[in-house]
């Protein structure tokens, strides 16, 4: 079945260090989508990406970087300039023209 | 910019009795809009969605939303609540497949 991989679901950090989240879709969608989720906050955009070798920040870009060098890869690295980085994190897809977004299951990062 | 208001943080209703969660959005032409659910821990699943046409949509599990463009809203309605439709509700606006904004979400506790 087609779908949005998100790795790992768990993960633990020590303050300074950067962190790769994984997302990975084979739905072979053209945008992918990072969004951190905080209770009472709903959904806020970090990076979007259109298409291959392209990407654009989003509202709360500041501390995060990803790439995307192959169409169905999106790795989201959290850095140590992110300052508040305990979060919920959503990686989503969308085939250009459809307008309906496809969650992974999400990776709840913890920095201790 | 557009925006999305979900007025209800919170809302209890007991099992059997109907539903009826708010959605307000701000923008200039007629957006896309969406109803996701969120179980914790999870992704988000698409309930429904409105492109155009009948203003009255239809999605899964029993549930249905009404878009009135005079009110700016996007209500997600259902008759009869079962203990299982327990979790987080997030209203959504898209343009194209450029920039999505979620509301804060509507948590829902059902009461046996």
């Known amino acids: 079945d087609g779908g949005i991989t998100q790795s790992p679901k768990y993960l633990f950090r020590k303050e300074g260090q950067n962190v790769t989240l994984s997302c990975e879709q084979n739905l072979n969608h053209d945008a992918m989508y990072w969004y951190r989720q905080d209770p009472g906050q709903g959904l806020r955009l970090i990076y979007y990406?259109?298409?291959?070798?392209?990407?654009q920040k989003g509202d709360i870009a500041e501390g995060y970087s990803v790439s995307r060098e192959k169409k169905e890869s999106f790795p989201l690295t959290v850095t140590s300039a992110q300052k508040n980085p305990t979060a919920f994190y959503l990686c989503a897809s969308i085939q250009r023209g459809r307008g309906e977004l496809f969650f992974g299951e999400g990776s709840r990062l913890t920095v201790l | 910019a557009q925006s999305v208001t979900q007025p209800d943080i919170h809302i209890t209703v007991s099992e059997g009795a109907s539903l009826e969660l708010r959605c307000n959005y701000s923008y200039g032409a007629t957006p896309y809009l969406f109803w996701y659910v969120q179980s914790p821990g999870q992704g988000l699943q698409l309930l429904l969605k409105y492109f155009s046409g009948d203003t009255l949509v239809q999605g899964i599990k029993g549930f249905e939303a009404e878009f009135k463009r005079s009110q700016s809203s996007f209500n997600l309605r259902k008759p009869s609540v079962h203990w299982s439709d327990a979790a987080e509700y997030f209203c959504?606006?898209?343009?194209?497949?450029?920039?999505?904004?979620f509301g804060a979400g509507t948590r829902l506790t059902v009461k046996p």
């Open positions: 990406s259109q298409i291959v070798n392209d990407f």
């Open positions: 959504a606006v898209g343009v194209y497949n450029n920039d999505m904004r």
